[in-house]
């Protein structure tokens, strides 16, 4: 049985940082893409960071950019999310996600999921 295991998430000001990471087990993903995704209250989930094998290839929201990095240590099946500059609007929870794929960008592609970290940022 495949498990993805967040961790790291909680309460941070708004300029503050935080680090994610999900550690995988029941199969290895390295050759597989990952990534993470988040949900804030009655929106959708929408993609935050992919990695794909290999940390060749990397993908950010707009909303990120310059402020999270994505990645990843295969030798411990973890995959990480550095958070800088946090804005209240990153407030949502945080999803892992890995894929039989070597990378992908959209959540249909995306196989297994862990059960979410929540993330806090206050103003």
């Known amino acids: 049985q495949v498990t993805l295991v967040e961790s790291g998430g909680g309460l941070v000001q708004a300029g503050g940082s935080l680090r994610l990471s999900c550690v995988a087990s029941g199969r290895t993903f390295m050759y597989n893409g990952m990534a993470w995704f988040r949900q804030a209250p009655g929106k959708e989930r929408e993609i935050v960071a992919a990695i794909s094998w290999s940390s060749a290839r990397t993908l950010y929201a707009d909303s990120v950019k310059g402020r999270f990095t994505v990645s990843r240590d295969d030798a411990k099946n973890t995959v990480y999310l550095q958070m800088n500059s946090l804005k209240p609007g990153d407030t949502a929870v945080y999803y892992c996600?890995?894929?039989?794929?070597?990378?992908?960008?959209?959540?249909?592609?995306?196989?297994?999921w862990g059960q979410g970290t929540q993330v806090t940022v206050s103003s």
């Open positions: 996600a890995g894929t039989k794929a070597s990378y992908a960008e959209t959540i249909l592609e995306y196989d297994y």
